[in-house]
């Protein structure tokens, strides 16, 4: 079955460290898509890409960064200039980036400070 | 004045019951609206999405819109405890480009 896997499930950083959530789809799709959850928000845009090797911040880029090496993957690193990066990651895609359709969400990554 | 906005509830309604979820967004640029169920601790999933004006039914489940008012709501009928979740609500806005924006979600607990 298509779809999205995110890895971990759940992850712990130390203060000063960087750390990689990772987000694999096989839907084909183009675009794909990083969100933060925090409680009693909405979802926010991270960065988002629509092609291999192109990607575009979103409105909450500071402190995290991405890659788009293959059109299956885009991996996000939450590094140490983010502040308070303790919340629920949500990786989505869609077929193109203009495609007006509902998103395909993975099942996310909770990410906590220790 | 946030872009999408929703009641935080919980609302609360009887097993059996409709549930009514309202949601008004401010941009009136706004093309496509969709409705995501999420359950505590998992991710979205979508259920449904509107882009005329009217109702468009899907089961159990009728979203509406008005686009002269800038609301869309969803009516969840013959509630189920398994519907208890949170109810995001999300536009996609062409002003200014392609936007998704994501209300803050309304928490629905169906009493048994």
């Known amino acids: 079955d298509g779809g999205i896997t995110q890895s971990p499930k759940y992850l712990f950083r130390k203060e000063g460290q960087n750390v990689t959530l990772s987000c694999e789809q096989n839907?084909?799709?183009?675009?794909m898509y990083w969100y933060r959850q925090d409680p009693g928000q909405g979802l926010r845009l991270i960065y988002y890409?629509?092609?291999?090797?192109?990607?575009q911040k979103g409105d909450i880029a500071e402190g995290y960064s991405v890659s788009r090496e293959k059109k299956e993957s885009f991996p996000l690193t939450v590094t140490s200039a983010q502040k308070n990066p303790t919340a629920f990651y949500l990786c989505?895609?869609?077929?193109?980036?203009?495609?007006?359709?509902?998103?395909?969400f993975g099942s996310g990554t909770r990410l906590t400070v220790v | 004045q946030k872009e999408v906005e929703q009641n935080s509830g919980p609302l609360s309604v009887p097993e059996g019951a409709i549930a009514s979820l309202n949601c008004t967004y401010s941009?009136?640029?706004?093309?496509?609206f969709f409705w995501y169920r999420q359950y505590s601790g998992k991710s979205p999933e979508l259920i449904m999405f509107?882009?005329?004006?009217g109702d468009k039914e899907d089961g159990r489940f009728t979203a509406q819109l008005n686009k002269a008012s800038q609301y869309v709501s969803l009516l969840i009928r013959d509630s189920q405890p398994s519907d208890s979740a949170t109810y995001l609500c999300?536009?996609?806005?062409?002003?200014?480009?392609?936007?998704?924006?994501f209300g803050a979600g309304t928490r629905l607990f169906v009493k048994a």
């Open positions: 989505a895609s869609l077929p193109r980036r203009e495609a007006n359709y509902g998103y395909t």
């Open positions: 839907l084909n799709h183009d675009a």
């Open positions: 890409s629509q092609i291999v090797n192109d990607f």
């Open positions: 941009d009136r640029g706004s093309q496509s």
């Open positions: 509107i882009y005329s004006n």
């Open positions: 999300a536009v996609i806005s062409y002003t200014g480009g392609f936007k998704t924006i």
